[in-house]
């Protein structure tokens, strides 16, 4: 089992910055990739960023040139940077782990959530 732990959402103004992090713990080492998805109210999860242990990343269209999706694997975190935060990335914030190196697998381990609330 995986356990993740995310922390860093809150309010902030449209045009603003937040980082949130998630921390790993557990069997970690079965873990190829880590993500971060998001859900706002009464939309379906999607999937903001992905990162590869060799540190490749992908990014949804919306968020490209603004968030930036890093990991620490000393710390076993990863990070989201989001900048010029817009209105329509309000929504709760998960961490996710993949066990699948294939870009399109499965998410294994969700986090609990964090909330990101921009205010225009």
């Known amino acids: 089992q995986v356990q993740l732990v995310e922390s860093g959402g809150g309010l902030v103004q449209a045009g603003g910055s937040l980082r949130l992090s998630c921390v790993a713990s557990?069997?970690?080492?079965?873990?190829?990739?880590m993500g971060w998805y998001r859900q706002a109210p009464g939309k379906q999860r999607e999937r903001v960023a992905r990162i590869t242990s060799d540190a490749i990343t992908n990014y949804r269209d919306s968020v490209k040139g603004r968030f930036t999706i890093s990991r620490d694997n000393d710390k076993n975190t990863v990070y989201l940077e989001m900048n010029s935060l817009k209105p329509e990335d309000t929504a709760v914030y998960y961490c996710a782990a993949f066990k699948s190196s294939s870009r399109f697998g499965p998410v294994d381990y969700w986090g609990q959530g964090t909330q990101v609330f921009v205010s225009s």
């Open positions: 557990g069997s970690i080492f079965s873990i190829n990739a």
